[in-house]
């Protein structure tokens, strides 16, 4: 592979270690970044195939940082998290260029899936 194939943007390390593991021993390359600024500095960095970032995160929040990701690398796919989808915030999410959010709590296994469909309806498989 030797690209990063997803990139996980959360402040919270426990949910960037689950993810990190998960998908790492399904044989993709992962990076992460603990907060917006730092996602979007490695997302044009590193140009992962796949972003996968919350929303609610100290320096800079994940609707801005999803904004800034499509401005600069229009390209990038990205899917949101949050424990707070409300309308406001799904509508933001969907004019920003998101491909859908991801609710907090997760499911690790339906959130695995839903990442190996999108990859493969993409054509980005990668394992």
Same mark, same amino acid.
């Given at each position: 592979?030797?690209?990063?194939?997803?990139?996980?943007?959360?402040?919270?390390?426990?949910?960037?270690?689950?993810?990190?593991? /998960?998908? #790492? =021993?399904?044989?993709?390359?992962?990076?992460?970044?603990?907060? @917006?600024?730092? &996602?979007?500095?490695?997302?044009?960095?590193?140009?992962?195939?796949?972003?996968?970032?919350?929303?609610?995160?100290?320096?800079?929040?994940?609707?801005?940082?999803?904004?800034?990701?499509?401005?600069?690398?229009?390209?990038?796919?990205?899917?949101?998290?949050? /424990?707070? #989808? =409300?309308?406001?915030?799904?509508?933001?999410?969907?004019?920003? @260029?998101?491909? &859908?959010?991801?609710?907090?709590?997760?499911?690790?296994?339906?959130?695995?899936?839903?990442?190996?469909?999108?990859?493969?309806?993409?054509?980005?498989?990668?394992?």
């Amino acid at each position: 592979m030797g690209k990063t194939d997803i990139l996980i943007v959360d402040d919270q390390l426990g949910v960037r270690s689950l993810l990190s593991l /998960a998908f #790492g =021993d399904l044989g993709y390359l992962v990076d992460t970044a603990d907060n @917006g600024e730092e &996602g979007v500095k490695k997302t044009l960095e590193l140009r992962p195939r796949l972003v996968i970032m919350d929303i609610k995160m100290p320096v800079k929040d994940g609707i801005t940082a999803l904004y800034e990701i499509k401005g600069k690398a229009p390209d990038t796919m990205v899917m949101m998290m949050t /424990a707070y #989808g =409300d309308a406001d915030t799904i509508e933001h999410i969907n004019k920003g @260029g998101a491909l &859908g959010c991801i609710p907090k709590p997760f499911d690790i296994e339906d959130l695995i899936r839903k990442v190996d469909k999108l990859l493969r309806e993409k054509g980005e498989m990668l394992a």
